[in-house]
């Protein structure tokens, strides 16, 4: 059978590599991705992928060539990738509606958050003090693992309580790693439920929002009065399937 050599490019992470530990594939800030072809696209409308929710990582996996736990990825860097595949597979200029207009969008051009988080021994965790009950506190960010291991636990306590709420909770007993130097993970979910403070929770959330890396999905259009505003990419069906 002929070999064929698919054309790849090297996309850069946000999190310049940082967040991994020295010798992963991903430390050097970089991961390679081929270009999308029709294995590809019969992965885009498998049903069996639709309905479980899984056909973007499906596809990702399919066209990322460095070899990489697809679990160790962090969710900052798989919005980054996901972008890239979708240059990769149709191009960069992005086209949806919005407000009544046609708008086109330059995936090439989506910039990089500037991140102000300061490195707890040169691994992903950082610190933070709680301006409300001045607790001190270090975490992580997510991984595409610990989303998935989010998502069965929220699943699981659906199935006990079906009408409950825990999707902020359970996401925080997965991103704070410590209270108050204390790494066990009994005290911090005991913390989380009993002692975590809304108004902390609400600082918290808005310092991540301020500091994290990531690709800023954000585009700029022209409100009713011709005034510069900014709204978040909407990412619908036809980012990945244009003839939607």
Do not use: C
């Amino acid at each position: 059978m002929s070999e064929f050599k698919f054309p790849t490019e090297m996309v850069e992470l946000p999190s310049k590599g940082l967040l991994y530990p020295e010798g992963h594939p991903l430390a050097e800030g970089k991961i390679e991705m081929k270009y999308m072809t029709a294995r590809e696209e019969d992965i885009l409308t498998n049903q069996n992928y639709i309905k479980q929710g899984i056909v973007i990582d499906k596809l990702l996996q399919s066209m990322i060539i460095t070899k990489v736990n697809y679990d160790d990825i962090l969710v900052i860097d798989k919005d980054a990738i996901m972008v890239a595949a979708r240059v990769l597979g149709y191009g960069k200029d992005y086209t949806f509606e919005f407000n009544g207009e046609v708008v086109t969008v330059d995936l090439s051009l989506l910039k990089e958050k500037e991140s102000t988080l300061t490195l707890v021994d040169s691994k992903n965790e950082f610190p933070f003090t709680l301006p409300h009950s001045g607790n001190n506190i270090t975490f992580k960010l997510l991984t595409h693992g610990d989303e998935n291991k989010i998502d069965r636990e929220l699943e699981g306590l659906k199935k006990i309580d079906s009408k409950g709420s825990f999707e902020l909770s359970t996401r925080l007993k997965f991103m704070i790693t410590s209270i108050n130097g204390n790494y066990e993970n009994k005290t911090i979910r005991e913390f989380i439920d009993n002692a975590f403070l809304a108004r902390d929770t609400k600082a918290f959330r808005e310092y991540l929002n301020q500091t994290s890396p990531g690709l800023d999905l954000k585009f700029t259009y022209l409100d009713e009065n011709e005034a510069e505003k900014e709204a978040a990419l909407p990412i619908g069906l036809n980012f990945f399937w244009p003839d939607f």
